[in-house]
């Protein structure tokens, strides 16, 4: 049996679906729905179950013994919301007490940390899980930190006692984009935000730069697609002996400009993009630039190439942000 919290999310939704078209599985997803269009996510899979986040441990205590894995990529992810306390019960405490349960149940686990642990950059984007490492980030908001506490707890409490899950991996997710992210709204990619717009002929809309060093649209980041993320994850199922905190990204920082012009070309549509100002919530908190060090994730030998953002794009927008059923 495997587990994926956060089952019904964007990139949670996207491992369901590659772990069912593999035949691996019984596959249990737990994750909230509300009363939106979240659902649609999973309304092509055949599940074993599907449960809610408070009822969690308890399913697992009753299935300890055929839990093989747990995905967990579930937490409050909206890198805008103010509820430290929220964030860090739901980020932190839970995601210390599945560590905990995967450790005295001998599970596996892999689970979702993320780039923004980074803030600013200026510490730069290595993967080096030493903890004096991970003392120098400063993330700029709460969901960045809830996840570096998360890190630095278990690669501390790993460093006293070794106690851990037979297999253990931690991602530090880039940009991800790509199919079920509707549900995100103002958290979806700006692939996703860029594409209606275009499509009513409107121009592309990105933030103006309010740094010398770069110019308007000229920020960059490490866009990374889906299907990359769930084939790294699968990698790692497949390949138990592996563990440790890993970047994952594409290794290349591009544009929105890039970004940008991928989104015109996929629709064969001429470029137009205006520029606007930086909001005021964002100035001081806004990454200018990100690449993720990949040396530590292939020197654990993963070897299949990354998905250029033109590809990715060109995949996202004519297979499902312009088909009728836009779902995986």
């Not at 772990?19 to 249990?28: S, T």
């Not at 120098?136 to 570096?148: E, F, Q, V």
């Not at 100002?277 to 690449?291: A, C, D, I, N, R």
């Amino acid at each position: 049996m495997l587990v994926v919290t956060g089952g019904a999310g964007f990139i949670g939704s996207n491992l369901v679906a590659a772990l069912e078209a593999r035949g691996l599985g019984p596959i249990v997803v737990c994750d909230q729905l509300g009363s939106g269009d979240k659902w649609r996510n999973l309304a092509k899979r055949c599940l074993h179950d599907l449960i809610p986040p408070q009822a969690l441990f308890a399913y697992l205590d009753r299935h300890a013994g055929e839990v093989e894995s747990v995905f967990h990529l579930g937490a409050i992810s909206a890198t805008t919301e103010r509820d430290a306390d929220l964030i860090t019960a739901n980020n932190f405490r839970l995601s210390l007490d599945l560590w905990d349960w995967c450790q005295r149940t001998e599970t596996r686990l892999i689970y979702a940390s993320s780039a923004a642990t980074y803030g600013d950059g200026s510490a730069g984007f290595d993967d080096d899980p030493a903890p004096a490492a991970l003392a120098r980030l400063r993330p700029l908001n709460p969901y960045g930190w809830s996840k570096h506490l998360f890190d630095r707890r278990i690669l501390a409490g790993l460093a006293l006692s070794g106690r851990r899950p037979p297999q253990w991996a931690g991602l530090k997710f880039f940009n991800v984009y790509g199919p079920n992210e509707h549900h995100k709204g103002e958290m979806q990619s700006v692939v996703a935000k860029l594409y209606p717009l275009l499509a009513a002929g409107e121009p592309a809309r990105l933030f103006a730069s309010d740094r010398p060093d770069y110019p308007d649209g000229g920020q960059k980041r490490d866009f990374v697609w889906v299907g990359d993320c769930v084939d790294v994850m699968l990698w790692l199922h497949a390949t138990p002996t592996v563990n440790g905190l890993f970047n994952l990204g594409t290794g290349q920082a591009r544009s929105w400009n890039d970004l940008a012009a991928a989104v015109f070309a996929a629709m064969n549509r001429p470029q137009r993009i205006d520029y606007i100002p930086m909001p005021p919530h964002l100035s001081g908190k806004y990454q200018y630039f990100t690449e993720a060090r990949m040396d530590r994730l292939r020197a654990a030998g993963y070897t299949a190439p990354f998905t250029s953002l033109e590809d990715g794009v060109r995949r996202y927008v004519q297979d499902y942000l312009s088909a009728p059923d836009p779902y995986v």
